[in-house]
């Protein structure tokens, strides 16, 4: 199977996945904010932050280093396997002390300590999880990466809502966060032990200095990032309080579901890089040209959408208790133009050993962000956390952009100019249409622009053809057929 059809395999199988979970996820944050209110809202959204936060000291990025390497050989899959097991549980054990110590010293209220606790053990078992899921990743064959995800956010979104329907409040959410990576748990074990055949284990400790000595940058890198995205809620709770923390994820929550499109490409498109980059360099820069063409053909359809229908869309989900958050939507909302492209060029750079200039690109945004938020959310509360994201953003773009440029040209303006003529027609429909229903006029302005896309060149024949192709003919991949 040709490595095209593979990769747009793979952003089948984990689109299929997140079409489930992007919308179990946010109807779980929906129904929790519905149900329990602002305040409790934010302490669970304060939470979840600190808990991802510390989800990335845990894996130490180990993970990216076993696909990269796995993706580009796959004979070493066994080596991998239980160095990487060893690893990522004492790193787990240890980031699992670190966020038990970080929440003593932020000293939140006694029922958030306690559900941050809670998490801490499930944050352990999702960490375990991953030392056996990041397989079927190098392996490039993310269905059951996929059905992973749908069940584990099926599980939380059940367990979550009948504790809810019980009466139950935060607490008891922790405790199914908690029930519920346990089963994901044993459940990855399962898949690893009977869908892939593995040689002989050993423990071997030079190869684990390898491995280390690797993934510090990858996990300085994803570290950096993840505090980035979520250093906001963690201020703004200590800053100004959880109310206001549930105010600004609700409107996260939207942009969030949008940007998943980003990452989860990137995901199915990083062993592949790894590999263009180690034997074919020309197809490494027609798959970046290809992959950067259509992340902004989505951000810069999804941004005046969000932007001119903030108000209903907020209304419609949160209902008028979340007004606040309108404004914030307005702002995160122009995060994704930026964000889309920026992942692409920070994921090539990590696929050609450019880790330090990542590490040294992802650390200065944390300190411009961190930074901006000090100054801008005690004047302007979540407002202020907003601009201060979107000021990063901007500028970790070009960093990144212009890091890529030096060992591959790519043409990012010329993309744009194509998409301004559909861009410029949407916003005018959706400007002149305002009093009509709203949903049908998304669905047509959308469907005007997708179609100058196609006449500007932006969408290829081609491009579809091979859609096409994938759709009709192509038969699931086997084990066998990757290694």
């Not at 396997?81 to 054990?93: A, D, G, R, T, Y």
């Not at 592949?272 to 020309?282: G, K």
């Not at 229908?309 to 606040?324: E, H, K, P």
């Not at 300190?367 to 956390?385: H, K, Q, T």
Request: aromatic residues 14%; hydrophobic residues 55%; proline residues 3%.
């Amino acid at each position: 199977m040709s490595t095209g059809r593979t990769i747009l395999k793979n952003i089948s199988a984990l689109f299929g996945a997140q079409l489930i979970t992007g919308l179990l996820t946010p109807l779980l944050l929906i129904y929790i904010a519905r149900k329990l209110g602002d305040e409790v809202f934010g302490k669970y959204s304060y939470v979840l932050a600190l808990t991802t936060i510390f989800l990335l000291i845990s894996e130490f990025g180990i993970k990216s280093v076993a696909i990269r390497d796995i993706a580009r050989d796959s004979s070493k899959i066994g080596t991998y396997l239980i160095n990487v097991v060893v690893l990522k549980l004492l790193f787990s054990v240890f980031s699992l002390f670190v966020l038990i110590l970080f929440v003593n010293l932020m000293n939140p209220p006694h029922d958030t300590t306690l559900a941050a606790y809670i998490f801490a053990g499930g944050l352990f078992f999702q960490s375990m999880s991953y030392a056996f899921r990041w397989i079927f990743h190098a392996l490039q064959i993310m269905e059951y990466e996929a059905l992973h995800r749908v069940l584990e956010r099926a599980l939380l979104l059940v367990m979550s809502v009948a504790v809810i329907w019980k009466g139950f409040g935060l607490i008891a959410l922790s405790w199914v966060f908690l029930v519920t990576q346990v089963i994901i748990f044993i459940m990855s074990i399962f898949f690893v032990a009977k869908k892939i055949v593995i040689p002989r284990l050993k423990v071997d400790l030079s190869f684990c200095k390898y491995v280390i000595q690797t993934a510090i940058f990858f996990a300085f890198c994803e570290v950096l990032w993840i505090i980035y995205f979520k250093i906001d809620l963690v201020m703004l709770a200590k800053l100004k309080g959880e109310t206001e923390v549930g105010w600004y994820n609700a409107a996260y929550v939207i942009v969030n579901f949008v940007t998943l499109i980003s990452m989860l490409s990137m995901q199915a498109i990083f062993p592949a890089l790894s590999d263009f980059y180690n034997r074919e360099r020309h197809r490494l820069k027609k798959t970046i040209e290809i992959s950067l063409r259509y992340l902004l053909l989505i951000a810069l359809a999804a941004v005046p959408v969000l932007f001119l229908f903030s108000d209903r869309i907020i209304n419609l989900i949160y209902g008028s208790g979340y007004s606040d958050s309108i404004n914030a939507l307005k702002v995160l909302i122009f995060v994704i133009i930026f964000l889309f492209p920026g992942n692409l060029f920070a994921h090539t750079l990590a696929s050609s050993n450019r880790h330090k200039m990542l590490s040294l690109i992802n650390f200065t945004g944390v300190i411009v962000n961190i930074g901006l938020n000090f100054i801008l959310i005690p004047r302007f509360s979540y407002m202020g956390a907003g601009i201060a994201t979107i000021i990063t953003e901007v500028m970790l773009c070009f960093l990144l952009y212009y890091a890529v440029l030096r060992f591959i040209k790519i043409q990012g303006s010329k993309i744009i100019l194509s998409l301004l003529p559909g861009l410029v027609a949407m916003v005018l429909i959706i400007h002149m249409a305002s009093p009509f229903p709203w949903i049908p006029v998304i669905v047509f302005s959308l469907l005007v622009y997708f179609v100058s896309a196609f006449l500007t060149g932006c969408i290829k024949r081609e491009d579809l053809s091979l859609l096409f192709r994938i759709i009709k003919k192509e038969t699931p991949l086997s084990i066998e057929e990757m290694k």
